[in-house]
């Protein structure tokens, strides 16, 4: 639930955040806002990915932050996955997570396997972007330009351009909220 990953993000103080083997829409974008929501909180997070950015998305704003450095030890005491069903699909980023580390998994995936020690698993959302926006919304973290862009996206690529079923009226109520910024 949620509120469960609210309580684990407090609880924490550094963060490895990550998602699925080769990169889309969502899964960037969900990284970088909650990256983004880490830092607002006076935390610390890196975000790790088994496979590098495709070109159509270096336009992100900060994602050249994002690192595919599977060797560079990262200092962490929770692991946010985001958009992934199960560990094994993060590739070799989950060689990176010892079982002392909290897990956090945030996914929409009806197939979702509640890999994490913390599972937030919404298949009525239409992205994890829209559930990353609603994190920020229940911690009261002020969205920017860069963030509700990176959010939009993240629904943008999901919903198929809004076209596909997984579009609801609060996925427009959303995005109208982002389109503000």
Known sequence: MMRDVIEAIRKHNKFLISAHINPE???????LAMKELILA????ATIVNNDPV??????LPRIDKLSIDLTKKVDFDAAIILDCPNIKRVGAVAGMITKDKTVINVDHHISSE???DVNWVDPNASSTGEMVYKLFKAMKVPLTKEIALSLYIAILTDTGSFNYDNT???????VGDLLGY
């Open 114 to 116: 509640r890999f994490g």
């Open 25 to 31: 829409g969502d899964s960037l974008c969900s990284q």
């Open 54 to 59: 495709p070109d159509h998305y270096k336009f």
């Open 41 to 44: 909180l006076g935390k610390h």
């Open 168 to 174: 609801s009226s609060i996925t427009h109520e959303i």
